[in-house]
């Protein structure tokens, strides 16, 4: 019984700045994942604060919020078996100092704050994430 899942993925503003969209949507493609739909926008800062609630108590939540509506953004559907867990896998580390080898983060993050990939952390973060840019899209379990 295969376990197909979808799970957010947002290119972040440093990647896109640096044209990287397409070599990042390559990755994914190369190790499996089928990107189900996409788009590319730019949030509000007030729309980062609602997307990254979760972190609200965090001392880096504010420059979070403001990087990520700092530029445009692609944000991703992305399905495979075992998608959320595969993706944080391909992303790598936060830091991408301490992300492995051949990883998204290793090969393009800039910094702990600028590390160019954002993916869901759960299955149901990954539904709460798709609907909040996706709010049209009917979500699999």
């Given at each position: 019984m295969s376990n197909i899942e979808q799970t957010l993925s947002?290119?972040?503003?440093?990647?896109?700045?640096?044209?990287l969209e397409n070599e990042i949507k390559e990755m994914f493609k190369i190790n499996g994942f089928t990107i189900l739909k996409e788009k590319k926008i730019q949030i509000e800062k007030s729309e980062a604060e609602k997307f990254y609630k979760v972190?609200?108590?965090k001392p880096f939540y504010n420059d979070l919020c403001t990087y990520l509506s700092s530029g445009p953004i692609v944000v991703m559907i992305l399905q495979k078996e075992n998608a959320v867990k595969r993706n944080r896998e391909l992303m790598g580390a936060t830091n991408p100092k301490d992300a492995d080898e051949g990883t998204i983060r290793k090969k393009y993050g800039i910094s702990i704050d600028k590390n160019s990939v954002h993916g869901s952390d759960s299955i149901d973060n990954?539904?709460?994430?798709?609907?909040?840019?996706?709010k049209d899209w009917k979500f699999l379990i």
């Amino acid at each position: 019984m295969s376990n197909i899942e979808q799970t957010l993925s947002i290119i972040k503003p440093d990647a896109v700045e640096r044209n990287l969209e397409n070599e990042i949507k390559e990755m994914f493609k190369i190790n499996g994942f089928t990107i189900l739909k996409e788009k590319k926008i730019q949030i509000e800062k007030s729309e980062a604060e609602k997307f990254y609630k979760v972190h609200e108590t965090k001392p880096f939540y504010n420059d979070l919020c403001t990087y990520l509506s700092s530029g445009p953004i692609v944000v991703m559907i992305l399905q495979k078996e075992n998608a959320v867990k595969r993706n944080r896998e391909l992303m790598g580390a936060t830091n991408p100092k301490d992300a492995d080898e051949g990883t998204i983060r290793k090969k393009y993050g800039i910094s702990i704050d600028k590390n160019s990939v954002h993916g869901s952390d759960s299955i149901d973060n990954a539904k709460i994430e798709i609907d909040f840019f996706f709010k049209d899209w009917k979500f699999l379990i």
